[in-house]
């Protein structure tokens, strides 16, 4: 459908702009499709501005224009008549005295069905931001269910409104169009592997959308062109050069990136246009697969090569079947750029995506194998995933709320030990497949095997992994499992059990705290009397009134004044601090604070085992612990109730986290050596940073594992012996 009005004008004037279109379109057909089918098609194109004729688009171009521009992209993708006649005839039932079974009756009940489909998707015009949004996507994917021709013409018929979108006069529809391109349209072809389509819908809509950066980008660009223009041919030239030494027959071929690309990559890297260097891109078209490796070899000992850049679509393709190796090197002329290797036979598929197996042959009488519908089928199975759940989503809203992020990001699947099949998202952990398979197996899992080997839990999954989640009665899950959970689902499980788990510990912390107050009144602690003053306290049990203590919302002088008001009179402000009263047995150990409980080291100093420590009740948090020397502590001598004695559990057995920061030469090897002294002191890294760095020293911050504060000591200690270290210090988190 056009996006754009339509008016009676005469088209006497302007009959040649719609012969013209045709032809091309028969010079594009005919370059891959025999005669066969011919004739259709020009019964179809006469059919058509038959009934069309008088209409014209709000840019003043004869309306069949559009249908047969649309056609003409589907024909660039080598599509089949039957596919070309609905692009012709997409719009006539809908603006037009046609009638599906009229195109039954001249065109066969195949085109008619795509008609229809292609149909009812234009009359789902977006008109407000999500329901109709999600009835549009809803009813797109059911259609999609049943022919994937009726998406690609529906993507082609997009491709062209967009292309002539600036012609619409209203700027609030023009944006509503472009959104709804970004957010259906442009993933739906890049899931199909549809790169042509991709790019253009995306950067259109970038165009309309954030007009203003896409202008930046573009000017920058522009002024890099004068440089770029002459080098991306001897850049072309020097790869060729180098290939052709090697016995390598290939085309060469160098692009400067779309807009909407850029901008994308720099909000991927949170850099600016200035920052970002590598804004070209090379294709290597190779006669086969042995020859994309070889060139990646011949690339890779010629350049520099830029590291975490490089990945495998060849050996492990996209869900949508492109293929290709890409990398990225310093290459000739000392420039950063990307380069992607490929057959002649990917490079299709990365053009024209599921264009590219969907080969009708007119002209063979044969018709479909089992095997081949079975393998248009499978190619096609994202389309019937989606169908599926529109089963169990009554809501469109809800529909498109579950598959919106499941839709534009590959999944994995993965299998229990039965055979159940488990779909996660890519970067899913085993957390998440546990807590896939029931919130009681992820809240009480402590191991996984994958593929019968024992892994971590954090292990991301990959396609294929059978997985079988080990559980115990009395496990429970750990605050840091939430960091590495993907799924909704896994992340607020794991948040209900810890935030009910912390409202346990706070209560405890709590009475613990109401009883010293007792103990320091010299008066018998009677829980039950509680009871009656809750309400007074706004708490509705014991458990919660004793949470308030801890979290420091209520005093635990102020209960027990409340509780016994004829010793209110004796305050305990009037009296020693309770600190100096209480017992010298300490009330915690401070190994509660692994366990993501009330019980927290301040990142302030982070204590370690051997450091002297104190504890400060702090609002919302319980209990925090800090060494005796920390500045913290001076906002608190005011406030004697909030300290507490605390201590280390005895016995070993656990770690803890320090931290250092360690001035290291420039030098090569001096990074390795800092690494190296750190592991055969027994210490585990867990985290580093780069801070400074200068002609002469690197600073960096190391978070270490370690036992105690003598065991952070001795590494200090050793560090310092090391020639390539300048300086190192233990530092606060």
Same mark, same amino acid.
């Given at each position: 459908? &056009?996006?754009?009005?339509?008016?009676?004008?005469?088209?006497?004037?302007?009959?040649?702009?719609?012969?013209?279109?045709?032809?091309?379109? !028969?010079?594009?057909?005919?370059? +891959?499709?025999?005669?066969?089918?011919?004739?259709?098609?020009?019964?179809?194109?006469?059919?058509?501005?038959?009934?069309?004729?008088?209409?014209?688009?709000?840019?003043?171009?004869?309306?069949?224009?559009?249908? !047969?521009?649309?056609?003409?992209?589907?024909?660039?993708?080598?599509?089949?008549?039957?596919?070309?006649?609905?692009?012709?005839?997409?719009?006539?039932?809908?603006?037009?005295?046609?009638?599906?079974?009229?195109?039954?009756?001249? *065109?066969?009940?195949?085109?008619?069905?795509?008609?229809?489909?292609?149909?009812?998707? &234009?009359?789902?015009?977006?008109? &407000?931001?999500?329901?109709?949004?999600?009835?549009?996507?809803?009813?797109?994917?059911?259609?999609?269910?049943?022919?994937?021709?009726?998406?690609?013409?529906?993507?082609?018929?997009?491709?062209?409104?967009?292309?002539?979108?600036?012609?619409?006069?209203?700027?609030?529809?023009?944006?509503?169009?472009?959104?709804?391109?970004?957010?259906?349209?442009?993933?739906?072809?890049?899931?199909?592997?549809?790169?042509?389509?991709?790019?253009?819908?995306?950067?259109?809509?970038?165009?309309?959308?954030?007009?203003?950066?896409?202008?930046?980008?573009?000017?920058?660009?522009?002024?890099?062109?004068?440089?770029?223009?002459?080098?991306?041919?001897?850049?072309?030239?020097?790869?060729?050069?180098?290939?052709?030494?090697?016995?390598?027959?290939?085309?060469?071929?160098?692009?400067?990136?779309?807009?909407?690309?850029?901008?994308?990559?720099?909000?991927?890297?949170?850099?600016?246009?200035?920052?970002?260097?590598?804004?070209?891109?090379?294709?290597?078209?190779?006669?086969?697969?042995?020859?994309?490796?070889?060139? !990646?070899?011949?690339?890779?000992?010629?350049?520099?090569?830029?590291?975490?850049?490089?990945?495998? +679509?060849?050996?492990?393709?996209?869900?949508?079947?492109?293929?290709?190796?890409?990398?990225?090197?310093?290459?000739?002329?000392?420039?950063?750029?990307?380069?992607?290797?490929?057959?002649?036979?990917?490079?299709?598929?990365?053009?024209?995506?599921?264009?590219?197996?969907?080969?009708?042959?007119?002209?063979?009488?044969?018709?479909?194998?089992?095997?081949?519908?079975?393998?248009?089928?499978?190619?096609?199975? @994202?389309?019937?995933?989606?169908?599926?759940?529109?089963?169990?989503?009554?809501?469109?809203?809800?529909?498109?709320?579950?598959?919106?992020?499941?839709?534009?990001?590959?999944?994995? *699947?993965?299998?229990?030990?039965?055979?159940?099949?488990?779909?996660?998202?890519?970067?899913?952990?085993?957390?998440?497949?546990?807590?896939?398979?029931?919130?009681?197996?992820?809240?009480?899992?402590?191991?996984?095997?994958?593929?019968?080997?024992?892994?971590?839990?954090?292990?991301?999954?990959?396609?294929?992994?059978?997985?079988?989640?080990?559980?115990?009665?009395?496990?429970?899950?750990?605050?840091? @499992?939430?960091?590495?959970?993907?799924?909704?689902?896994?992340?607020?499980?794991?948040?209900?059990?810890?935030?009910?788990?912390?409202?346990?510990?706070?209560?405890?912390?709590?009475?613990?705290?109401?009883?010293?107050?007792?103990?320091?009144?010299?008066?018998?602690?009677?829980?039950?009397?509680?009871?009656?003053?809750?309400?007074?306290?706004?708490?509705?049990?014991?458990?919660?009134? +004793?949470?308030?203590?801890?979290?420091?919302?209520?005093?635990?002088?102020?209960?027990?004044?409340?509780?016994?008001?004829?010793?209110?009179?004796?305050?305990?402000?009037?009296?020693?601090?309770?600190?100096?009263?209480?017992?010298?047995?300490?009330?915690?150990?401070?190994?509660?604070?692994?366990?993501?409980?009330?019980?927290?080291?301040?990142?302030?100093?982070?204590?370690?085992?051997?450091?002297?420590?104190?504890?400060?009740?702090?609002?919302?948090?319980?209990?925090?612990?800090?060494?005796?020397?920390?500045?913290?502590?001076?906002?608190?001598?005011?406030?004697?109730?909030? @300290?507490?004695?605390?201590?280390?559990?005895?016995?070993?057995?656990?770690? +803890?986290?320090?931290?250092?920061?360690?001035?290291?030469?420039?030098?090569?090897?001096?990074?390795?050596?800092?690494?190296?002294?750190?592991?055969?002191?027994?210490?585990?890294?867990?985290?580093?940073?780069?801070?400074?760095?200068?002609?002469?020293?690197?600073?960096?911050?190391?978070?270490?594992?370690?036992?105690?504060?003598?065991?952070?000591?001795?590494?200090?200690?050793?560090?310092? &012996?090391?020639?390539?270290?300048?300086?190192?210090?233990?530092?606060? !988190?």
């Amino acid at each position: 459908m &056009s996006a754009q009005v339509k008016t009676k004008t005469p088209p006497a004037k302007q009959s040649d702009l719609v012969e013209q279109a045709f032809a091309k379109l !028969l010079d594009v057909r005919a370059a +891959y499709d025999s005669e066969a089918g011919l004739d259709k098609l020009k019964r179809a194109y006469l059919f058509g501005r038959s009934a069309h004729d008088g209409q014209s688009r709000e840019s003043g171009e004869p309306y069949f224009t559009h249908p !047969l521009r649309v056609a003409h992209l589907l024909a660039e993708m080598r599509l089949d008549t039957d596919t070309l006649v609905t692009a012709l005839l997409h719009d006539t039932v809908e603006d037009c005295e046609v009638t599906l079974k009229d195109i039954a009756t001249e *065109f066969g009940e195949n085109v008619a069905m795509l008609v229809d489909g292609v149909t009812k998707l &234009s009359r789902l015009e977006l008109q &407000s931001v999500d329901t109709k949004q999600a009835e549009n996507f809803r009813k797109f994917v059911l259609a999609v269910g049943k022919d994937i021709r009726v998406l690609l013409v529906k993507l082609a018929d997009r491709t062209h409104n967009m292309q002539t979108l600036k012609a619409v006069s209203s700027l609030e529809k023009r944006r509503r169009i472009a959104t709804e391109t970004m957010e259906i349209y442009a993933p739906l072809a890049e899931r199909m592997g549809i790169t042509r389509f991709q790019t253009e819908l995306e950067d259109l809509s970038f165009e309309i959308l954030q007009p203003e950066m896409r202008d930046s980008i573009i000017s920058r660009l522009e002024f890099l062109a004068i440089e770029t223009e002459s080098v991306v041919p001897k850049i072309c030239a020097e790869l060729q050069s180098l290939l052709a030494e090697k016995g390598i027959l290939c085309e060469v071929t160098g692009r400067r990136k779309t807009p909407y690309s850029i901008s994308r990559k720099m909000q991927v890297k949170n850099v600016t246009m200035d920052q970002l260097s590598d804004v070209m891109a090379f294709r290597i078209i190779v006669q086969d697969v042995a020859s994309c490796y070889q060139t !990646l070899g011949c690339i890779h000992t010629a350049f520099p090569v830029v590291m975490g850049r490089f990945k495998d +679509y060849i050996s492990t393709p996209k869900t949508n079947g492109y293929q290709s190796l890409h990398t990225g090197v310093i290459g000739p002329m000392r420039q950063k750029i990307e380069i992607q290797i490929r057959t002649e036979d990917m490079d299709d598929t990365a053009e024209r995506g599921v264009a590219a197996h969907w080969d009708y042959k007119e002209s063979s009488a044969q018709p479909d194998t089992n095997q081949e519908r079975q393998a248009r089928l499978e190619t096609f199975r @994202w389309a019937r995933e989606l169908v599926s759940l529109l089963e169990l989503n009554e809501e469109a809203t809800e529909f498109l709320e579950n598959t919106k992020l499941e839709m534009y990001q590959d999944k994995v *699947f993965c299998f229990t030990p039965k055979g159940d099949l488990i779909s996660l998202p890519k970067g899913a952990t085993a957390i998440d497949f546990a807590y896939a398979v029931h919130t009681d197996v992820g809240d009480r899992c402590v191991g996984v095997l994958i593929n019968d080997k024992r892994r971590q839990l954090t292990t991301e999954l990959v396609n294929g992994d059978q997985v079988s989640i080990i559980t115990e009665k009395d496990a429970s899950p750990r605050s840091d @499992w939430e960091d590495f959970a993907k799924t909704g689902r896994a992340r607020s499980a794991i948040k209900r059990f810890i935030r009910l788990q912390k409202q346990e510990e706070f209560a405890r912390v709590g009475k613990v705290l109401l009883e010293r107050e007792y103990r320091f009144r010299k008066t018998k602690f009677k829980e039950q009397l509680i009871d009656e003053f809750l309400s007074a306290f706004n708490a509705s049990t014991r458990t919660e009134l +004793y949470a308030h203590i801890a979290e420091a919302k209520l005093k635990a002088k102020d209960v027990f004044d409340r509780l016994h008001p004829d010793l209110a009179t004796t305050s305990s402000a009037d009296k020693t601090s309770p600190v100096a009263d209480t017992p010298p047995e300490p009330l915690f150990h401070v190994d509660r604070a692994h366990e993501g409980l009330a019980v927290h080291l301040g990142k302030c100093c982070h204590p370690l085992p051997g450091d002297k420590i104190v504890g400060i009740v702090t609002t919302g948090k319980g209990v925090t612990v800090h060494t005796k020397n920390c500045n913290t502590l001076a906002k608190f001598v005011e406030i004697p109730e909030l @300290w507490l004695n605390v201590d280390w559990p005895r016995g070993a057995g656990r770690r +803890y986290a320090g931290r250092i920061q360690a001035v290291v030469v420039n030098e090569p090897g001096a990074l390795a050596a800092l690494c190296t002294v750190i592991g055969q002191q027994a210490g585990n890294i867990t985290h580093i940073q780069l801070t400074e760095r200068d002609m002469n020293f690197f600073t960096f911050i190391l978070d270490i594992d370690v036992k105690n504060l003598e065991h952070i000591h001795s590494i200090i200690a050793v560090l310092r &012996s090391n020639k390539y270290i300048e300086s190192v210090e233990r530092r606060g !988190l």
